[in-house]
């Protein structure tokens, strides 16, 4: 594909991407399917903690530091992390659950994606970057790495970055049912025509290196954790997730 064929291809794909996360969904919280779900699962636990050293935190976590969420939606994660920063900013490709962000959090900053980038977000100025269940429903590795150089430019020197994504060790990516297309780890399925779950980067076992070497373009100190997630789906402290392909979360660490 030529450089120009490619532009245009991503382009589309960020329209798409945009158009069905602004659709009309009631509550910017039905943005996350299997909400109840989600607030019960100890993200923080993961993002914070590495697994070469589960009883240090990959930041000093004392209120003066600085977070960013990639994949914000209405602030979900950005009101849980905020008791370990000093002040918690978001990301997200949808300017409806931007806008119930920023009434729910008026002293945060909030960037819009155009759904292939990380916004007009400011350079070397996060101590900390994460996201949780966003990532993971991009398709297209070409987009990805493109998002992953936005963070790393949001990022002061020495600051380190917790990306979550999805994981089995055996599947494969294909058509899945009549509206359900996922795309393998090295692929860029620019055709997709809708995304949350629709369109999922599934990562499996043979996947791993290549995750790994493409996060070491950017980063050093890079670890990969697997949580499995598969026997937490039918009850979680008594709130259920719909079956998912994904057995694992996984939790890819680095830092600038």
């Not at 939606?73 to 806008?99: C, H, N, T």
Request: proline share 4%.
């Amino acid at each position: 594909m030529n450089n120009n064929m490619s532009e245009e291809k991503i382009k589309q794909y960020a329209i798409m991407a945009k158009q069905f996360m602004n659709r009309p969904i009631g509550h910017p919280n039905n943005v996350v399917g299997n909400y109840g779900w989600h607030e019960k699962y100890p993200y923080e636990k993961y993002l914070l903690y590495r697994p070469s050293n589960e009883n240090e935190s990959v930041v000093d976590i004392d209120n003066t530091l600085i977070g960013i969420d990639f994949g914000c939606g209405p602030g979900r994660m950005v009101k849980r992390m905020s008791k370990f920063f000093k002040r918690v900013d978001g990301i997200d490709v949808s300017s409806y659950a931007l806008e119930w962000a920023r009434q729910q959090f008026p002293s945060n900053n909030f960037y819009e994606s155009s759904g292939a980038d990380c916004g007009n977000v400011p350079e070397n100025t996060y101590d900390f970057v994460y996201n949780t269940i966003s990532i993971q429903h991009i398709p297209c590795r070409t987009i990805r790495q493109r998002i992953y150089e936005g963070l790393h430019r949001c990022m002061k020197d020495g600051a380190s970055i917790t990306l979550q994504l999805a994981y089995n060790p055996t599947y494969v990516a294909g058509i899945w049912s009549n509206d359900t297309e996922h795309a393998s780890y090295e692929s860029d399925f620019f055709d997709a025509d809708k995304t949350n779950g629709h369109a999922d980067c599934v990562i499996n076992e043979k996947d791993l290196p290549l995750l790994k070497s493409d996060f070491e373009k950017l980063f050093t100190d890079v670890e990969i954790r697997l949580a499995n997630v598969s026997n937490l789906y039918a009850n979680l402290e008594g709130e259920y997730h719909a079956p998912y392909w994904a057995s694992d979360w996984l939790f890819i660490y680095g830092k600038k």
